[in-house]
Every structure is written in structure tokens, then in C-alpha cells.
């Protein structure tokens, strides 16, 4: 059982950064990749990025390519979105592949891929 827990939620003006950590705790040592996740509303929950819990790897979605750096320390990965747009706004989960080592994260992209997950952490962006 891996236990995700996300911080960081904020209403800020577009342009604005926030950051979000996602703090994992439990039988983590079966974690092989964790995502960040958002969902609108009335919206299917849309991958975000990704970090290897294996092997130096971070991967993003083309919609925030340049503008989100994922990055972890010890038992907590943080999302940093910068130059953000309303389009951002959503709620943002932090979720948990547990599986083979050799796993490929950068392939994990949809919600049904990864095991556990948090509760979110709202952020909305207005302009």
C-alpha cells in the first residue's frame, strides 16, 4: 500500500508559478514511476508529467512542455508549473505505478496505468 499526499493548491493570476509536492509514504520500495495528473471539470483526468523511480528519467505532456520541471527529493516528487494559464486550472493528483523495475514511465500516461493515488490538490489560474 503507497500512501500519495499533494500540497500546494493555490488561486494565482496567470503568468504566476506554483509548486507542488506529492509526499509518498508506505510500501514504496514497489514504486517504479509517479505522475502528476490534473482534471478539469467536467474533463477526464489528463497526464501531466512523470519521474522514474528507477533510472533518470522525467517526461511531459506537450501542454506544459517547457513550462513544468518535476524533480524529487528523498520520499516527496514536486511539480513546478510555471508562465501558468487558466487552462491550467484543475485539480492536480499525484499517482503511483507500482510494477516491473524495467518499467518505461515514459509510456504511463493514462489514469488506469497507475495503482495508487492522491486526493488532489486544487489549483486555479484566473487571468
Known amino acids: 500500500q503507497v500512501t500519495l499526499v499533494e500540497s500546494g493548491g493555490d488561486s494565482v493570476q496567470a503568468g504566476g508559478s506554483l509548486r507542488l509536492p506529492c509526499v509518498a509514504s508506505?510500501?514504496?520500495?514497489?514504486?517504479?514511476?509517479i505522475g502528476w495528473f490534473r482534471q478539469a471539470p467536467g474533463k477526464e483526468r489528463d497526464w501531466v508529467a512523470s519521474i522514474s523511480q528507477t533510472s533518470a528519467g522525467w517526461y511531459y505532456a506537450d501542454s506544459v512542455q517547457g513550462r513544468a520541471y518535476i524533480s524529487q527529493s528523498s520520499n516527496t516528487v514536486y511539480l513546478e508549473l510555471n508562465s501558468l494559464k487558466p487552462g491550467d486550472t484543475g485539480m492536480y493528483y499525484c499517482a503511483a505505478h507500482t510494477g516491473h523495475r524495467n518499467t518505461y514511465c515514459g509510456h504511463l500516461r493514462a489514469a488506469y496505468q497507475y495503482n495508487y493515488w492522491g486526493r488532489g490538490t486544487q489549483v486555479t489560474v484566473s487571468s
Open positions: 508506505g510500501s514504496t520500495y514497489d514504486t517504479v514511476c
